[in-house]
């Protein structure tokens, strides 16, 4: 952290703060400026308390320096973490495709979604048995049941299996049928799920807060790893902003941003992203073109019938379409990088 | 819900949309204007898929018309609900000030403090036993032993205790020792914990999301009042904005529209919205000028000794004169209503 | 408009909203609900006061329904909008790329980048005169000397020049310069500029404003229509959000938005909205993926001594690969349209 | 500025990036660390690239220490300047209370209005003669008649005036009449019109931006002075965000904000904030809690027949409470200041 001092704090308030940073346990370094003093502190673990030190008197404001993680910091760790399941792997130089339903409806259903993500070349199948949703009205999942079939599809296709948990109650389920465990926007900052998941078997597919900040993002996959589990993906999937012409504001700028910071892989979910269908090729596109390691996609056979977000699910045709662009744009990219 | 057609949709699209509302069992009411067809959709319950009907053909645009939540409404339920703990109330014509630190550290540290909110005239203790942080590596609180210090200190004092739970495992405990249950900004869409709150036996104080809109925090309310606990207390503590210069930017427009949307209690959170001590006082009196049903207010004793936020907490001399200064500003604007 | 009622409004109350909407000179169509009645509002010529229309007595709700553009709409103008200047043409089924360096700094450097944009295959040439700085103490630009530098360049090697007006007094001097007229982010709503642009003999590029709606957006492509010039291009440049990675938040849905509501061609500057080098060629190949008609790029032979945002323009190597990158997934991704 | 390099930066790329700064005619000044080397760039005049130092090799991150403006700033001008207008003043202990239409309309309705501004206590009156509107469609004002329409209802008032200018054409004009000249919230960066309106005779009430940070806003008042005019309001009006539920939403932070950093004079305009005439109340009563040196409230006789933002209006009996309350709270919320 840096301190920078008023332009007319006395010499007795540069050394106030000095003692209150020692006290702290940490080093106080000042440079003397030409207009004022600044005071860089040294030798912090974790986190400080800024409005602590921008409340002492003579203190006109404090700047972060260090960021806040480690282990996902790519200082740390400097070579790309790839997630490897079953024999699809995601991270490095690769791109992963996931498609599938919102929630999983039925067995004919998944069982009709799947064989057209198969087909178009999909990597893996995503699809909800429980549904965080914004009314208690709504239809909320299958459960069990919806995690049953998730499993014979699997076994039908062999596609892995991308699905949410959404509390500390179901987690044991949801380990045992998923291959990668689905952490949702909502719970980006539910801690105690998050430790949960520092001890699961399988990877974690992290899903970006509405509006959580890269660093917020990449300290809730610290709290994964901390726990032990180093197998964590993260997935894009928009910001609130004051745009109301999609659902959220796609952030882009944010593949390349994690790529530097950190060494885990990032993919991108347009489909929440836009919110509408029409919207979710060009960003699909667009995803593959900032060279994310994947995207995850929803897909209907029949959109007009579906009990969750059928109006931004993509026609198989139009996934199938998307999948021939979005490899070719993946490729076409690459070239920049080497 | 509203449909809005193209210009020049045919006699065929506007057809074709008003079966597909019919399949839902919805009815369709067509409107026919100058320009082009509205139809609008009646007799919905629950909420209707927009994108859906967005991407039949012919149609330019949906539109929300009634609101999703029922039982938090005011047209549901006229009449101002008052939230009683004990000899304290919140809701209807007074203003309630919660007051204490963010985290419980000590009995020592708590007992000080309380003496301090109850001779200001507070009405009830702050403090948390459980913290979410950002950060894996700060302070997470005492746990059990901080939920027997507040039971302690309201022992000692005969102040009722606000305290926040974190997950479905330690909500018994939390319940057991609390007089008010908080929910957190990071958990407000945790619908796991708002239907668990629901069967709570005690008030719930829900915090209002980084980036929730009204809509959204009122359907959550509507989570924890479908299964069965009528007693929820509404918190604004600010939005994620692009604005930087505050932790967050206290949105105090939300309280007029509350108040007249719904019948259930809010109160404002100055203290995390600023998180600078000098805005804490400016924006603690113009909550109290917007007629808010009362505040939440840090305040320590020591703050450069505090583990968790001490630079936004207030010394109990600021503390005495803001309670001064509240009521003064609350009675004035009352007559404003009248 | 749409006028939603109270729930228990009365007869009374629903006739007043009908009798102001008829003073207004407008025609009321009540629609009758399960609920609640609601209140189209036909036939009505420019905006309506929604505000004052909510404050009536039993009014809960005001929707606007038909958009407020005309001219720029894609309803009253179906076929695609091609500006030509001299060979080059910015709309339709082509990607035109226009490099260049922020600011125009003396003429051989602008003779150097030019000749980079050249053999890049670039189809225009940017380049600043005038230049709006958030600070009163930084480079302004060299105004006409750097309209006279352009013109050279032009002459030199062909390419047509896109340079900003500022204000009233130079839109006569710049006009006589360019090809295409920029009007400014900041200038977005400067109503007084976007009328005597619709007076200019050339193509008005108008860039976004920093939170600007798309139908603001398009409200002030309307302001230079109707005064008779029917060449506007649009150009996203990023919008301003919570997000603080990059300098803006680049909002690529809109330019699908954009192609089904407008007739008018828009291009992408990724290199405003990213801020720093290493996210603008991402985000290129990112807006030739969604299908812009265009890319607006900053390339600079020597970014250390640029006067002015040096630090987000490409080097001559980079913007050359990224000019094929963008070509051919803008061809890949036009495979989706056909 | 400070330059954090990276943990493995070499002492090659540490002495490349000390050398860049000093060609740039700074002074350098690196700080090792435990983990990390940082660099204080010293003795900058005026704003630096950040950018460009982010791109050299080693270097992590980059941060602005100090503030980029410097008449505005309290730290060069420590005491309260105080705005004077014939026998009305704003900024130092006082609350200004200015009132009237949004569009002067006609003599009859700003006789009538300015009667009620009057009698409530008001101490000017504002009313638009040039109205910026989103829509070309809309109404524009009357221009100079408006104008002359005020300085009218100023003789029979005494009420000094503030009136919008638009542009460079009608500065002169407005000058001519106004006694305090307002530049919009879409002209905030309109530098062209700053440093005209720096060359003033008359003071300038300067609104912020949409989008505009408190260091944006201060740099456009930095315009204004550099060119010799100290007599800079400053006026919040609210900054776009993902709340819907208010036009705008008011960051009342900003105060205590502008208060400390600057000494220059600040008030609140919670209409255009609001949007909603029952949201201003509370707002307005709030800007008074916040200390703010005043209140700019549109009010209006008749706003159902209002040609602009009759809705957001308050009506005289609204008006003349609302007065009361505002001083009531203003003097309570003083006593913290003491």
Not at 22 to 44: C, D, K, M
Request: hydrophobic share 40%.
């Amino acid at each position: 952290m840096l301190i920078v001092m008023n332009r007319d704090a006395t010499e007795e308030q540069v050394n106030g703060v000095i003692r209150t940073v020692e006290l702290q346990g940490f080093t106080a370094h000042p440079i003397p400026g030409g207009e004022r003093t600044s005071i860089g502190v040294l030798y912090n673990q974790g986190a400080i308390d800024e409005a602590l030190f921008r409340s002492l008197p003579g203190v006109k404001e404090t700047l972060p320096v260090t960021k806040p993680y480690k282990l996902v910091s790519r200082e740390f760790h400097p070579v790309d973490t790839v997630v490897r399941v079953g024999d699809v792997s995601i991270g490095g130089d690769s791109l992963t495709i996931i498609g599938g339903p919102c929630a999983v409806e039925s067995e004919e259903q998944v069982m009709a979604i799947a064989k057209h993500v198969k087909m178009a070349g999909g990597d893996m199948l995503r699809g909800g048995a429980f549904k965080p949703r914004t009314s208690p009205y709504a239809f909320h999942g299958l459960g069990e049941e919806g995690l049953q079939i998730l499993a014979k599809v699997r076994e039908a296709f062999g596609l892995p299996i991308v699905t949410e948990v959404m509390d500390l109650d179901c987690f044991d389920m949801v380990e045992n049928y998923a291959d990668i465990i689905q952490i949702g926007t909502r719970n980006m900052q539910n801690f105690s799920l998050l430790r949960r998941a520092g001890h699961a078997g399988k990877p974690i597919l992290l899903k970006r807060g509405m509006s959580a900040t890269v660093d917020e993002w990449l300290m809730a996959a610290e709290y994964v790893m901390t726990e032990g589990n180093p197998d964590v993906i993260l997935c894009e999937r928009g910001v609130r902003t004051f745009v109301k012409h999609s659902r959220n504001t796609l952030d882009l700028s944010a593949i390349p941003v994690v790529r530097r910071e950190s060494h885990l892989p990032i993919i991108v979910d347009p489909s929440h992203a836009a919110g509408y269908r029409d919207q979710v090729m060009p960003l699909a596109r667009a995803a593959a073109a900032v060279s994310a390691h994947g995207l995850m996609i929803e897909v209907h056979h029949a959109p007009e019938t579906a009990k969750c977000d059928g109006g931004q699910a993509l026609l198989p045709d139009q996934f199938d379409l998307l999948c021939r662009q979005m490899r070719a744009i993946f490729d076409v990219s690459a070239s920049a990088e080497r």
